[in-house]
């Protein structure tokens, strides 16, 4: 068992871990295991979202957490859902160093309906997004783009990502997302077991499930499928003491404790881009009646204002 994971890191951060493939591999399965009560619960403090669009929204940060976290990158991995229901807009991004921001786009009369629907018992998200698609992409700048797109067609995000895996990715993948609000505190945490598929031959092609790698990827599913929304929200249970006693019997090994945090890229150098875009004219027209230009950023709600009438000299 690796040691424990320092107290002070138990906030917001992802565990990797990989379960023993038997004779001949290294790993038959990837594991994440993501707590991210810190950084959601400042993130959706700001937003003051109506329960389920909060508990989806943070569904979504710990899903783009544990994705981003399977992936070898240096850039920004980004979770966007777009739909024609009362959340019109989801997004979730993680940068390779661990930066993570979530935001939900929504009408203001179907959320109000939205109001008093409990937590623990997530709306579909096909009730909450309507007709839509959920893109995962990766941005390197300079280095490359990769998108993959599935539409929503599941009760739970979780689902709609597993259709992707399968249709798209076409990998072996388990799931288990959850968020609550425990004290007025939010938590959001998500496990993720992925089956590392064999290759060989002189183009690595992909091997076939040995019989052996098959009954260790359908114990792990089931060893998590007895895991408790409550026992994976516990925030008195380490992660890695959560991932042993699951796992232990199938050798699993714990990697390095990855910190997430919450952190936003805008700066006023940004923003300073965004005024210069716009005209003298537009700049004037929007400004309030006391010829103020203010410009809020829509995921740290952080606001920058000049006067327009100075703005519409330069």
């Not at 790993?27 to 003051?48: K, N, P, T, Y």
């Not at 997530?122 to 700048?141: K, R, S």
């Not at 805008?266 to 006391?290: G, I, T, W, Y």
Request: glycine fraction near 8%; charged fraction near 25%.
């Amino acid at each position: 068992m690796s040691k424990p994971v320092s107290p002070d890191l138990l906030a917001s951060g992802i565990l990797p871990f990989v379960i023993d493939a038997g004779a001949g591999r290294k790993a038959a399965i990837r594991g994440r295991m993501v707590r991210l009560d810190g950084v959601v619960d400042s993130i959706l403090d700001r937003h003051q979202y109506p329960p389920a669009i909060a508990e989806l929204a943070a569904e979504a940060m710990v899903l783009a957490s544990c994705l981003s976290s399977t992936m070898d990158f240096d850039g920004i991995f980004t979770l966007q859902a777009k739909g024609d229901g009362a959340i019109k807009t989801l997004l979730a991004d993680v940068t390779s160093a661990g930066a993570v921001r979530g935001y939900a786009a929504f009408d203001d009369e179907k959320g109000k309906a939205l109001e008093a629907a409990p937590l623990g018992c997530p709306a579909p998200m096909m009730d909450l997004m309507g007709v839509g698609h959920l893109a995962f992409t990766v941005d390197q700048g300079k280095k490359g783009r990769y998108q993959g797109i599935v539409p929503i067609e599941a009760r739970e995000i979780k689902d709609v990502a597993l259709r992707y895996f399968r249709d798209s990715e076409q990998i072996d993948t388990a799931l288990f997302l959850a968020a609550n609000m425990e004290d007025n505190n939010w938590q959001a945490s998500g496990l993720l077991l992925q089956r590392i598929p064999a290759t060989g031959g002189t183009h690595d092609e992909v091997l076939p499930m040995s019989d052996e790698e098959a009954d260790i990827w359908h114990t792990a599913c089931a060893l998590m499928a007895t895991l408790g929304r409550d026992e994976l929200l516990a925030n008195d249970i380490e992660p890695d003491i959560l991932v042993h006693r699951l796992f232990h019997e199938l050798g699993v090994s714990m990697l390095p404790w990855r910190v997430l945090r919450d952190e936003c890229r805008c700066s006023p150098d940004r923003v300073e881009q965004v005024l210069a875009s716009l005209s003298p004219e537009e700049r004037l027209e929007f400004a309030d009646d006391n010829h103020q230009l203010t410009i809020s950023c829509e995921f740290c709600k952080t606001e920058w204002s000049w006067d327009a009438s100075d703005t519409a000299q330069g």
